[in-house]
């Protein structure tokens, strides 16, 4: 079983859609919980992070971490054609690159 | 936040040879990461570059497969070295800011095929 568990899509949605990306983990010792946006040719971006449980919203971003089920949503609310990229979770024990376990990512295309 | 110039972006390589991947940091940081990115699969952390200090290697990747130099605070390569297709990836490094993964950066990535 990996540690990081994510549909790899792709994902298909109209303009203005609510898009729900999700990763489940095995390790409940995680702590930090981040998503990254990746276009394509480019490298990762970081989009949130949140440490343990809980919400964090960001513009039309809302990251959700439910630890008792081990897993992590990213929420996007009128989604645009722009957000058309390769989104990946991650998460680690500590807040060091050392030992964060990435998803392999979901790709979304959000058409006009 | 840190800009990081990596270079090759792409190149197509003949088995047998090696080929060196620059990372360039507009700041000075600590730490440098090499990860390699395979088709569908996640992000796998290659090793961690610290300057003035020999590279951290995660499991599965070895010095003499992927020899990593790290000369100064902004600078670091990664060779990936007697290349076969399965070498054939995306290596991206990374830097964390002020030391925090929540605060990471990466490079555009070199995309490498090997025929």
């Known amino acids: 079983q990996k540690e990081v568990e994510q549909d790899p899509g792709p994902l298909s949605v109209p303009e203005g859609a609510i898009v729900s990306l999700n990763c489940t983990y095995s390790?409940?010792?995680?702590?930090?919980f981040m998503w990254y946006r990746q276009y394509s040719r480019k490298g990762p971006e970081l989009l949130m992070y949140t440490y343990s449980s809980g919400n964090k919203e960001d513009g039309r971003f809302t990251a959700q971490v439910d630890k008792s089920s081990k897993y992590i949503s990213l929420f996007i609310r009128d989604s645009q054609p722009s957000d058309s990229a390769t989104y990946l979770c991650?998460?680690?024990?500590?807040?060091?690159?050392?030992?964060?376990?990435f998803g392999a990512g979901t790709r979304l295309t959000v058409k006009p | 936040s840190a800009v990081i110039s990596q270079k090759p972006s792409r190149d197509i390589c003949q088995r047998g040879t090696s080929l060196t991947i620059q990372c360039q940091v507009d700041?000075?940081?600590?730490?440098m990461f090499w990860y390699r990115q395979q088709p569908g699969q996640s992000l796998t952390l290659i090793a961690t570059?610290?300057?003035?200090?020999?590279?951290?290697?995660e499991s599965g990747f070895v010095i003499d497969k992927f020899p990593i130099s790290r000369p100064n605070l902004t600078f670091s390569t990664l060779t990936v070295s007697n290349m076969s297709p399965e070498d054939s990836s995306i290596y991206l490094c990374?830097?964390?800011?002020?030391?925090?993964?929540?605060?990471?950066?990466f490079g555009q990535g070199t995309r490498l095929t090997v025929v």
């Open positions: 700041s000075q940081v600590t730490m």
């Open positions: 991650a998460m680690s024990l500590f807040d060091n690159n050392n030992d964060m376990r």
């Open positions: 570059a610290n300057q003035g200090s020999e590279a951290t290697y």
């Open positions: 390790n409940s010792a995680f702590q930090y």
């Open positions: 990374s830097v964390e800011d002020r030391g925090r993964a929540t605060e990471a950066f």
